[in-house]
């Protein structure tokens, strides 16, 4: 039986055989909501309903490289008491099981939970008990994982959406969508078969899908389906911006905030095409002729479909003209949603964990070493700026620098901040100027005597309030969480008056301006957080004659 199942089960069989009315009281054991497919039962635990693993989409093994459809109506009642599956998943690195971590040197996410299926379009769901389901006025805060478009989950205990809910009375939703291959590939010009149609944005559709539930069945759960807060880091925050240029998405969000994740372009059809030939010719079904190509996906395991999706890093929505019409944030800011609210935010260190993470001799360079460990590492990047002048540059800004530092400081400028900034000032060109704003977390790991600096992903515990669910972040121990509460307290602040009224600003938290062109405010997140006019901007200025490229497009 699988682990799934049951759990389910389980689950149930200690329950007990009566009914609870929809959140009745917060001392029932579990709690039946309404659905448009059917009744689900989650559980209350301290307060708060919790429902995990609820379908939004049908099993896409029976749409493979589809547009999503809708979930089978069910009979009954559904437990939602267990994550549900998460999606194929390709490059995903993060460790599954606390064994697997190096926890004295090694900053980490808490490990990931769920089998791997094609039966992977559900949501999660936190909301207060203590209200009647018909007082629908809590904002809604949805969160779309990282993992680049290849691999992640919202699987984790870091995504717990309780500590939001009790602080400020919102629901929290978070989502798992079809990745990589499976929901990115662009078949569109190697088959006229009309199924695939907007097959190249297949994971962007699913997030269109769970936004439609969502917007149709939140009211049940307490929420306000007039104010969505589409949020994500990462491959999540790329998913936001993405979502920002589709139209079928227009109106199901009304809020969005980026953390260190951007999609300036997206993938044109011909790079994508490209892409999928590649994906063929790794199952041999190069030479199917166009009208028998979909018996033979079909017909294909779910092994070697994850190994031939293996032969790209770079799966990324696709420009279709159908799905998604135009860039995201190319040539400017998308004018479907000036309308909307956003929050774009980076970390001060971004590479120290996305680069440095995975190759610990980058801690220890030379100045020998330096020039070569940047082509190597970031060349791709650096456009006509030599590592040389990189270098001296960033001698002459920051003496005390080690050739460490100045590795880490030089990739994270050139590699991780340039779309942020670019999306920043394109949506400060528009009419959306006075909606934008703008962050950057400096906070300190203290993980391995604090080498990794503020690193990429070091800002979802705080916005979250789950610090102490991120040992391998925060730290262990009530004295790291004590310590870095204060700032976990004003972030998430920020993110549920965000949610609230489309401004984050807030009662204790100096005056955070939206951003322009002029003074370029920026919220830097430290104790205590402060404004400051265009952080590192020789830094931003000597990326920028880099011209930036985003990696697959």
């Known amino acids: 039986m699988r682990r799934r199942r049951f759990l389910e089960l389980s689950s149930a069989a200690a329950l007990t055989a009566c009914i609870a009315p929809p959140f009745a009281s917060t001392e029932d054991a579990y709690v039946v909501v309404p659905t448009s497919a059917g009744k689900i039962r989650g559980r209350v635990?301290?307060?708060?309903?919790v429902f995990l693993g609820v379908p939004y989409g049908r099993d896409t093994r029976l749409t493979r490289f589809q547009p999503p459809q809708p979930p089978v109506p069910w009979q009954g009642v559904r437990d939602a008491f267990v994550y549900g599956d998460r999606a194929p998943q390709i490059g995903n690195r993060r460790p599954r099981s606390e064994s697997q971590v190096d926890r004295m040197n090694t900053f980490h996410l808490p490990p990931d939970d769920g089998d791997e299926s094609e039966d992977c379009l559900h949501l999660n769901m936190w909301t207060s008990a203590s209200l009647p389901?018909?007082?629908?006025?809590?904002?809604?805060?949805?969160?779309?994982?990282?993992?680049?478009?290849?691999?992640?989950?919202?699987?984790?205990?870091?995504?717990?959406?309780?500590r939001l809910c009790h602080r400020g009375d919102v629901v929290v939703v978070t989502v798992n969508h079809r990745l990589n291959a499976f929901g990115f590939l662009y078949l569109e010009q190697i088959t006229a078969d009309p199924?695939?149609?907007?097959?190249?944005?297949?994971?962007?559709l699913d997030l269109v899908l769970a936004l439609n539930w969502i917007k149709t069945n939140i009211a049940r759960f307490g929420g306000d389906p007039s104010r969505i807060t589409i949020f994500g880091q990462s491959g999540g925050g790329a998913k936001c911006a993405t979502m920002m240029a589709i139209p079928s998405a227009h109106g199901v969000f009304h809020r969005v905030m980026s953390m260190s994740g951007q999609q300036v372009t997206a993938a044109p059809q011909k790079i994508a095409t490209e892409r999928t030939q590649s994906f063929l010719a790794r199952l041999g079904l190069e030479k199917v002729p166009p009208e028998k190509l979909r018996t033979s996906l079909d017909s294909q395991p779910l092994d070697k479909l994850k190994d031939a999706a293996s032969i790209s890093s770079a799966w990324l929505p696709v420009v279709d003209g159908r799905v998604l019409p135009r860039d995201p944030f190319s040539p400017d800011a998308p004018p479907i949603s000036n309308s909307v609210p956003m929050i774009l935010g980076n970390t001060h260190d971004e590479t120290r964990g996305l680069i440095g993470g995975s190759h610990p001799a980058l801690f220890s360079l030379t100045w020998q070493d330096l020039p070569a460990a940047l082509t190597q590492n970031v060349g791709a990047f650096l456009g006509p700026v030599s590592p040389e002048t990189i270098v001296a540059q960033y001698r002459e800004w920051y003496p005390a620098y080690t050739p460490s530092d100045v590795f880490f400081a030089a990739a994270t400028a050139f590699r991780s901040w340039p779309g942020q900034v670019i999306e920043a000032e394109r949506r400060a060109n528009s009419s959306a100027k006075d909606g934008t704003w703008v962050y950057q977390m400096n906070w300190p790991s203290p993980i391995a005597g604090g080498k990794f600096g503020s690193p990429h992903t070091i800002d979802i515990p705080f916005f979250f309030d789950n610090l102490a669910l991120a040992p391998g972040m925060i730290g262990e121990g009530q004295a790291a969480v004590a310590s870095a509460q204060p700032l976990a307290d004003t972030m998430s602040k920020s993110l549920i008056a965000f949610a609230y009224t489309g401004n984050p600003n807030h009662p204790g938290l100096s005056h955070w301006p939206a951003y322009d062109l002029h003074r370029r405010a920026?919220?830097?997140?430290?104790?205590?957080?402060?404004?400051?006019?265009?952080?590192?901007?020789?830094?931003?200025?000597?990326?920028?004659?880099?011209?930036?490229?985003q990696p697959g497009t």
């Open 45 to 49: 635990r301290d307060g708060i309903a």
């Open 133 to 162: 389901a018909k007082s629908s006025q809590r904002p809604v805060l949805v969160y779309f994982h990282g993992g680049a478009f290849n691999g992640g989950t919202v699987n984790c205990s870091l995504y717990d959406g309780t």
């Open 195 to 204: 199924v695939y149609a907007g097959s190249g944005n297949a994971g962007m």
């Open 522 to 549: 920026t919220m830097i997140w430290k104790i205590p957080p402060e404004i400051e006019k265009d952080p590192r901007k020789n830094e931003r200025e000597l990326a920028a004659t880099a011209h930036y490229h």
